[in-house]
């Protein structure tokens, strides 16, 4: 009986304290206490001071110091969980980062992200998700983890743009350090999807490139300015050229563009590959509208065909046949090349008939002395008659530069083999003009001791032909008195 006792006891007694221990549970539940870290074992500096319940979770106020009291961090915790605003800063109390958090610890407002307490990021966001204005200053590319600061002392926005349910939802606005505007891009869940435009970087307004994306990708008619190295010109007084390109639609592999001179006339004509290969007809245009080239690219983007080239007044053409990328030899370029190596041939030749030429009529100074009296004088003599070589000599020049500006390879040929045969000519004249100098040297055996006295007088008298030299006016004239 009395051990039946006992054990009913002994279960009353443990029903009572169980019913009593769980009573107690919501009362440790919201029963707080503040706890203290330290960086130091006697307690002297407090790391952190923050609030627990009676299982030990964070709940309330929490700040952090630094090691000398100032405070690195402070906001409140829910369950462990961060909520409410909280202050970041750094060791030496410059602001780092403002944050806002939901009750479930997610981002919910504005984030604020600082250097050396200048913004240098700002973010909104819903319970977690990107909504809102996102902007973004520039920071000092020369300096680590520093913020840029124009001269004036204010920091520079960079980009400018909204989110709207976590994805990029407006017109995202670029800007340069000095604060001029490159570039507004409209976005829609995400991608490039709209209207875009890219302006002059010189601050003028201008517009470089303008066109439309579809799904992150350039579609539609794009206008895009070029400066002298084929590349997109970022300055206003750079461009060169600009091309209208019609992407076309999504799905298209070739693309049509044309590029016209900044004055406006076409430049050219092509048709690009998706990958930026050239395909089918490439022309080119001079700027009163003439073709000046025409060829076409294979699907790798090399030249593959008779590539031809057009005189802007229209006249011979010059063609060119590439096979892969490699220029080949058509018939009309061998016989272009045999006619450059006679061509060189020819011109040496012309050098040395030209040099026989003038020494044997062009004009020497010669000193006469008086031996009678002593006195010298210098006589600019032309043994062979002055008009003959003044006038054959100016004919030889302008022919020269006849050929020597030409591009037509068999122009220049058949000019230089004009020059050999005039040379010759002139070269056969090679007697004296013996009456004249038949009458300086009864002047020398008189008075001077002559240069020409032992030089031969045979050879065909010139005088008539230097008399009809001095009459003559035009290249024409020359011409008609050389039997040319």
Not at 13 to 34: E, N, R, V, W
Not at 152 to 181: A, H, I, N, P, W
Not at 422 to 450: C, R, V
Request: proline residues 1%.
């Amino acid at each position: 009986m009395k051990k039946q006792l006992t054990q009913k006891r002994q279960l009353f007694l443990i029903c009572f304290l169980l019913f009593f221990g769980l009573s107690m549970l919501p009362l440790l539940a919201f029963s707080q206490k503040t706890v203290k870290t330290y960086f130091d074992y006697e307690h002297q500096k407090v790391h952190e001071v923050y609030s627990v319940d009676g299982y030990g979770v964070k709940n309330g106020s929490y700040t952090e110091y630094t090691e000398y009291g100032g405070i690195v961090q402070q906001g409140t915790y829910n369950k462990d969980g961060k909520v409410g605003k909280w202050i970041t800063h750094d060791q030496n109390g410059e602001l780092l980062l403002e944050e806002n958090f939901d009750n479930n610890s997610q981002y919910n407002g504005q984030v604020v992200r600082y250097m050396h307490n200048y913004k240098y990021a700002q973010e909104s966001y819903k319970h977690g998700i990107k909504d809102g204005n996102w902007k973004t200053w520039f920071t000092d590319e020369n300096r680590f983890n520093t913020i840029y600061l124009k001269p004036d002392g204010t920091t520079q926005l960079q980009y400018d743009e909204y989110y709207k349910d976590g994805s990029q939802d407006s017109v995202k606005k670029e800007y340069d350090r000095q604060g001029v505007m490159l570039s507004k891009i409209t976005y829609k869940h995400g991608v490039a999807e709209g209207k875009a435009e890219y302006y002059a970087m010189d601050g003028s307004g201008e517009i470089m490139q303008k066109g439309a994306y579809q799904n992150d990708s350039m579609r539609g008619e794009w206008k895009i300015v070029f400066n002298g190295q084929n590349k997109w010109a970022r300055k206003k007084t750079d461009a060169m050229y600009y091309r209208i390109i019609n992407y076309g639609e999504i799905g298209t592999k070739l693309f049509v563009a044309t590029d016209y001179y900044v004055t406006g006339e076409k430049q050219s004509d092509e048709t690009i590959k998706k990958d930026g290969g050239f395909i089918s007809a490439y022309t080119e245009y001079y700027k009163n509208g003439k073709v000046s080239l025409k060829g076409k690219y294979n699907d790798m983007g090399k030249q593959d065909s008779i590539w031809t080239t057009y005189k802007v007044n229209g006249g011979d053409s010059i063609k060119e046949n590439y096979i892969n990328g490699n220029l080949e030899a058509t018939p009309e370029q061998k016989q272009l090349l045999a006619n450059q190596q006679e061509l060189a041939t020819n011109e040496t030749k012309v050098a040395s008939l030209y040099n026989v030429f003038t020494a044997l009529y062009g004009g020497r100074m010669e000193e006469q002395v008086n031996y009678k009296t002593g006195a010298s004088k210098d006589v600019y003599n032309y043994p062979y008659g002055k008009y003959l070589f003044l006038k054959s000599d100016s004919l030889i020049k302008f022919m020269q530069a006849a050929a020597e500006t030409s591009t037509d390879i068999n122009f220049k040929l058949n000019k230089n083999n004009d020059l050999i045969t005039l040379l010759n000519k002139l070269i056969s004249l090679s007697g004296a003009n013996t009456k004249a100098i038949n009458d300086q040297m009864q002047i020398a055996k008189t008075n001077y001791i002559a240069p020409y006295e032992s030089r031969s007088l045979s050879g065909a008298d010139t005088k008539a032909i230097n008399e009809k030299m001095e009459k003559a006016q035009t290249m024409n004239d020359i011409k008609v008195v050389l039997g040319l």
